[in-house]
């Protein structure tokens, strides 16, 4: 998917980023939060783990990021997105 053209013009215009540039950095912030919370998980576990924390520490340092995360959202069916909807 391209860039979204708003934010991009709005990065040209408020920094020094060319318009190549800031679609870039508009991509990979996208990219960066369309992670899956479950594979986010899975990454930071076995991050905490190679610099040796334990278990308990590191559910509860998931608990906290993933509390300040934005986080891509599920996939939804055409029927969940009607419930949410109309109820």
């Known amino acids: 998917m391209p860039a979204d053209r708003t934010l991009v013009d709005h990065l040209v215009a408020t920094t020094d980023l060319t318009a190549p540039e800031a679609a870039?950095?508009?991509?990979?912030?996208?990219?960066?939060?369309?992670?899956?919370?479950?594979?986010?998980?899975?990454?930071?576990?076995?991050?905490?783990?190679?610099?040796?924390?334990r278990n308990p520490e590191i559910f509860a340092r998931l608990a906290e990021e993933l509390a300040h995360r934005v986080v891509a959202a599920p996939a939804l069916s055409e029927r969940q997105l009607r419930r949410i909807v109309y109820g």
């Open 24 to 53: 870039r950095v508009v991509d990979d912030v996208v990219a960066f939060l369309a992670e899956p919370v479950e594979d986010y998980v899975r990454r930071r576990h076995a991050e905490l783990q190679t610099h040796g924390a």
